[in-house]
């Protein structure tokens, strides 16, 4: 399966996320959703900073596309930023990083699509 299958598919298809990205942790954009375009900015922000320097991503917020989400967790597991009705989930797997959005459904449903997917590609080693 390729990676945009994975974004494609299993996160953007169930309808809970709206916009979505897999960022190899060693850098690079894997596969990402039409017009999810992170700049080189946001991509080093989530591989160097997210999950390492919690008080800055804390202190700063997250942009992504060019949206400033406020923190509302930071940790080596997972970074959840929200702003009105919309969210974001960036969850680390062995390899890469999930980004996932979502907009108008419950932060909830939008994490166990995030976090299904990045146990998945842990228990297979990505």
């Given at each position: 399966m390729s990676w945009q299958s994975y974004v494609d598919d299993h996160l953007i298809a169930t309808g809970k996320i709206c916009k979505a990205a897999i960022i190899g942790k060693q850098g690079g954009v894997w596969a990402a959703s039409a017009g999810y375009d992170l700049s080189q900015a946001e991509q080093n922000f989530i591989t160097?900073?997210?999950?390492?320097?919690?008080?800055?991503?804390?202190?700063g917020g997250i942009?992504?596309?060019?949206?400033?989400?406020m923190t509302i967790q930071a940790n080596p597991d997972e970074v959840i930023g929200r702003k009105g009705e919309r969210g974001v989930f960036l969850i680390p797997t062995t390899q890469a990083i999930l980004v996932g959005e979502y907009e108008g459904t419950p932060a909830g449903?939008?994490?166990v699509i995030v976090t299904k997917l990045a146990d998945y590609l842990k228990g297979v080693g990505y």
């Amino acid at each position: 399966m390729s990676w945009q299958s994975y974004v494609d598919d299993h996160l953007i298809a169930t309808g809970k996320i709206c916009k979505a990205a897999i960022i190899g942790k060693q850098g690079g954009v894997w596969a990402a959703s039409a017009g999810y375009d992170l700049s080189q900015a946001e991509q080093n922000f989530i591989t160097q900073t997210a999950f390492t320097d919690p008080d800055t991503v804390r202190g700063g917020g997250i942009t992504l596309n060019g949206f400033k989400f406020m923190t509302i967790q930071a940790n080596p597991d997972e970074v959840i930023g929200r702003k009105g009705e919309r969210g974001v989930f960036l969850i680390p797997t062995t390899q890469a990083i999930l980004v996932g959005e979502y907009e108008g459904t419950p932060a909830g449903d939008g994490n166990v699509i995030v976090t299904k997917l990045a146990d998945y590609l842990k228990g297979v080693g990505y």
